[in-house]
């Protein structure tokens, strides 16, 4: 009997939200039967609606809409609209990924209604309280049936925090199934030549996380880097809506004047640019891994990572936010002085399939 067969008699609801996620359920819904439900967190064509067709994920089943707001906003509207899909559709099981505010919106309507619920990407934590991200991943893993662990750090966490091993599934990175699934597509663009750029030639970069870009010191401190960095070689920011807006209402305009500027990309036309450049500079958690995966080197602009995988296994690297130390490492790449790094275990495209086993 096939995966898809065997999990029918579940009814289970895969939620998504935000842009994120939809790398994480894409590869799901090839190998199980249920229900989309988007909650809409993100809701522009290049935050969301692109992914499901480059992924080709089946069109939600319901999109509750909620839309950006404050946390404690954005995470009630969901729980509001959530509940009423669960009390009409009454799943056996709502499965979550990643960290973001509807992970734990829709764990936490899940469970006081007596469903069980699955979280994909378990057990990482960055130890940084004022991430958002880490309060969404402590609360959901703590009330989490099931519980898919991407790496050896996170299975150590949970450990470390109580949760019974029964529970507790390391099954890989299921964000390079995605990237293997359209590897060949991806492969197929050319879509750095359309931003003038050439080959092993050019960064990538993406900035969004608050507490690099909602504090004007921080960012501008930031872009000075970058620069002194693009004097070196040319940078193109795929610049995040957040960012976008803050770098208007700082007035920093004039500090983006020598870089590349996108809007936020499509997966394959973004990961095109990931494939063909010569390093990235970012405080994404998911391109941590995805680089680590194309052995591309990675400067990461955080003071700490959820994905410690990367920087002791792959080509990452923790600069923090201080300009001296992202020019001194980005000439480290320039000058050939970079890690090799190794692919991490499960970093393979089966990830899904051992999802799917070990619910069954
Ligand atoms: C969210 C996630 C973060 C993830 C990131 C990826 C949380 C707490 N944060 O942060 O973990 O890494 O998504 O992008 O869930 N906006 C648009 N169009 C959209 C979506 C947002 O213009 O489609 C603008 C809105 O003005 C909004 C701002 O971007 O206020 C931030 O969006 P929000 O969903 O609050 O958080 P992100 O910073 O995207």
């Given at each position: 009997?096939?995966?898809?067969?065997?999990?029918?008699?579940?009814?289970?609801?895969?939620?998504?939200?935000?842009?994120?996620?939809?790398?994480?359920?894409?590869?799901?819904?090839?190998?199980?039967?249920?229900?989309?439900?988007?909650?809409?967190?993100?809701?522009?064509?290049?935050?969301?609606?692109?992914?499901?067709?480059?992924?080709?994920?089946?069109k939600?089943?319901?999109?509750?809409?909620?839309?950006?707001?404050?946390?404690?906003?954005?995470?009630?509207?969901?729980?509001?609209?959530?509940?009423?899909?669960?009390?009409?559709?009454?799943?056996?099981?709502?499965?979550?990924?990643?960290?973001?505010?509807?992970?734990?919106?829709c764990?936490?309507?899940?469970?006081?209604?007596?469903?069980?619920?699955?979280?994909?990407?378990a057990?990482?934590?960055?130890?940084?309280?004022?991430?958002?991200?880490?309060?969404?991943?402590?609360?959901?893993?703590?009330?989490?049936?099931?519980?898919?662990?991407?790496?050896?750090?996170?299975?150590?966490?949970?450990?470390?925090?109580?949760?019974?091993?029964?529970?507790?599934?390391?099954?890989?990175?299921?964000?390079?199934?995605?990237?293997?699934?359209?590897?060949?597509?991806?492969?197929?663009?050319?879509?750095?030549?359309?931003?003038?750029?050439?080959?092993?030639?050019y960064?990538?970069?993406?900035?969004?996380?608050?507490?690099?870009?909602?504090?004007?010191?921080?960012?501008?401190?930031?872009?000075?880097?970058?620069?002194?960095?693009?004097?070196?070689?040319?940078?193109?920011?795929?610049?995040?809506?957040?960012?976008?807006?803050?770098?208007?209402?700082?007035?920093?305009?004039?500090?983006?004047?020598?870089?590349?500027?996108?809007?936020?990309?499509?997966?394959?036309?973004?990961?095109?640019?990931?494939?063909n450049c010569?390093?990235?500079?970012?405080?994404?958690?998911?391109?941590?891994?995805?680089?680590?995966?194309?052995?591309?080197?990675?400067?990461?602009?955080?003071?700490?990572?959820?994905?410690?995988?990367?920087?002791?296994?792959?080509?990452?690297?923790?600069?923090?936010?201080?300009?001296?130390?992202?020019?001194?490492?980005?000439?480290?790449?320039?000058n050939?002085?970079?890690?090799?790094?190794?692919?991490?275990?499960?970093?393979?495209?089966?990830?899904?399939?051992r999802?799917?086993?070990?619910?069954?």
């Amino acid at each position: 009997m096939s995966s898809i067969e065997r999990l029918t008699k579940m009814k289970i609801i895969n939620v998504v939200g935000a842009r994120p996620n939809f790398m994480k359920v894409g590869p799901l819904m090839k190998v199980m039967d249920a229900l989309i439900v988007h909650t809409g967190q993100h809701y522009d064509e290049n935050m969301s609606g692109s992914f499901f067709r480059d992924l080709e994920i089946p069109k939600p089943d319901y999109n509750l809409g909620v839309g950006s707001g404050s946390h404690a906003v954005q995470t009630a509207k969901i729980m509001i609209k959530f509940e009423k899909v669960c009390l009409k559709e009454r799943p056996d099981l709502v499965l979550v990924v990643g960290d973001v505010n509807s992970t734990i919106a829709c764990a936490l309507v899940a469970v006081k209604l007596g469903i069980k619920v699955a979280h994909v990407e378990a057990g990482l934590r960055s130890f940084d309280r004022t991430m958002p991200e880490e309060i969404n991943r402590i609360l959901t893993d703590s009330i989490s049936d099931y519980l898919f662990v991407t790496e050896q750090s996170g299975m150590d966490n949970l450990k470390n925090e109580g949760i019974p091993d029964d529970k507790v599934f390391f099954v890989g990175d299921i964000m390079i199934d995605s990237l293997l699934s359209v590897l060949d597509k991806i492969k197929d663009k050319e879509t750095f030549k359309k931003y003038g750029l050439e080959k092993e030639n050019y960064v990538v970069s993406t900035l969004h996380r608050p507490s690099n870009v909602d504090n004007k010191e921080v960012l501008s401190r930031i872009l000075d880097a970058f620069e002194h960095v693009q004097k070196k070689i040319k940078i193109v920011l795929a610049l995040h809506p957040r960012t976008k807006k803050n770098i208007e209402k700082f007035g920093l305009n004039e500090k983006i004047k020598n870089i590349v500027i996108t809007e936020p990309l499509d997966y394959i036309n973004f990961m095109n640019l990931v494939l063909n450049c010569k390093f990235l500079l970012t405080d994404s958690g998911s391109i941590q891994s995805e680089s680590t995966y194309l052995g591309k080197p990675c400067i990461t602009i955080r003071e700490n990572t959820e994905r410690p995988v990367t920087i002791t296994e792959g080509t990452n690297v923790l600069v923090g936010t201080d300009c001296k130390k992202i020019i001194e490492m980005s000439e480290k790449i320039l000058n050939g002085q970079w890690k090799k790094g190794s692919i991490p275990k499960f970093y393979d495209g089966h990830t899904a399939e051992r999802i799917v086993e070990a619910l069954k």
